[in-house]
C-alpha cells in the first residue's frame, strides 16, 4: 500500500518569496506522483505529475517539484509566489499497475502581502 | 464544457437517514472515484470504479454504497447516516487505461458538503 505525508499543514509566506512545500511517499512498488491545488470553495485541479523520465517536473503557474527516489520525495517549488497562489495544495501518489491515488493531508499555502 | 457534476451541492441530514449522492462525467472517461475530505486528513478514498461494471472498496468503505450506473455516472449511497459521515465529498474521473499513464490525471467535481446532524 502506497502512503503520503505532507511534512507542513500550513506555510505563511510573503509576496514575491520562495517556497517550498515537502512531500514524502512510501511504496513498495514503482509510483507515479502528483501535486494538485484547491482553491477556496472548489474542487482540486492538477498542477503538476512525475510519469517517468526526467525528475525535475515542470507544472502550471510556474510551479515545479523535483522527484527524488532514493529519499522518497516530492517537494513542490515556486521561485515567487504571489497572492493568487494561496489555496491548498495536495500531494498524491499512485502505483503504476492500480488505480487508487493516495492524497496527502494537505499543506494551506498563505501568501501574505 | 461540464466536466463532473456532483449534486446537491449542500445537504443536511439527521441521524439514520439515507441519500443518494450523483455523479456525472461527460469526458467518457473509464474510471470514476470518490472521496470525501475532513480538515487535516486531506482526501479519502471511499469507492471506485475502474471501468463500467465494476466497483471497489477504498480505504474508507464503511457505512457507504455505490453504483456504476453506466459509463457516465457513479453515485454514493448512505444507507444510514451518522455524524462521522459529515464530510464533503468530491466525485472524480480519470480516462485511466491500463498501461497507458500519459493522460492520467483525475478531474474533481466541485463538491458535496453533507452535515449529519
Known amino acids: 500500500a502506497q502512503s503520503v505525508t505532507q511534512l507542513d499543514s500550513q506555510v505563511p509566506v510573503f509576496e514575491e518569496a520562495p517556497v517550498e512545500l515537502r512531500c514524502n511517499y512510501s511504496?513498495?512498488?514503482?509510483?507515479?506522483l502528483f501535486w494538485y491545488v484547491q482553491y477556496p470553495n472548489q474542487g482540486l485541479q492538477l498542477l503538476l505529475k512525475?510519469?517517468?523520465?526526467?525528475?525535475l517536473v515542470k507544472g502550471i503557474n510556474g510551479f515545479e517539484a523535483e522527484f527524488n527516489k532514493s529519499q522518497t520525495s516530492f517537494h513542490l517549488r515556486k521561485p515567487s509566489v504571489h497572492i493568487s497562489d494561496t489555496a491548498e495544495y495536495f500531494c498524491?501518489?499512485?502505483?503504476?499497475?492500480?488505480?487508487?491515488?493516495?492524497f496527502g493531508a494537505g499543506t494551506r499555502l498563505f501568501v501574505k502581502a | 464544457n461540464a466536466g463532473v457534476t456532483q449534486t446537491p451541492k449542500f445537504q443536511v441530514l439527521k441521524t439514520g437517514q439515507s441519500m443518494t449522492l450523483q455523479c456525472a462525467q461527460d469526458?467518457?472517461?473509464?474510471?470514476m472515484y470518490w472521496y470525501r475530505q475532513d480538515p487535516g486528513m486531506g482526501l479519502r478514498l471511499i469507492y471506485y470504479?475502474?471501468?463500467?461494471?465494476?466497483?471497489d472498496k477504498g480505504e474508507v468503505p464503511n457505512g457507504y454504497n455505490v453504483s456504476r450506473l453506466n459509463k457516465r455516472e457513479f453515485s454514493l449511497r448512505l444507507e444510514s447516516a451518522a455524524p462521522s459521515q459529515t464530510s464533503v465529498y468530491f466525485c472524480?474521473?480519470?480516462?485511466?487505461?491500463?498501461?497507458?499513464?500519459?493522460?492520467?490525471?483525475?478531474?474533481f467535481g466541485s463538491g458535496t458538503q453533507l452535515s449529519v446532524l
Open positions: 470504479s475502474a471501468s463500467e461494471g465494476t466497483t
Open positions: 469526458m467518457n472517461h473509464n474510471s
Open positions: 498524491a501518489v499512485r502505483n503504476t499497475g492500480g488505480f487508487k491515488t493516495i
Open positions: 511504496s513498495s512498488v514503482s509510483v507515479y
Open positions: 512525475y510519469l517517468s523520465g526526467s525528475t
Open positions: 472524480a474521473s480519470s480516462e485511466r487505461a491500463q498501461n497507458r499513464a500519459t493522460n492520467e490525471k483525475l478531474f
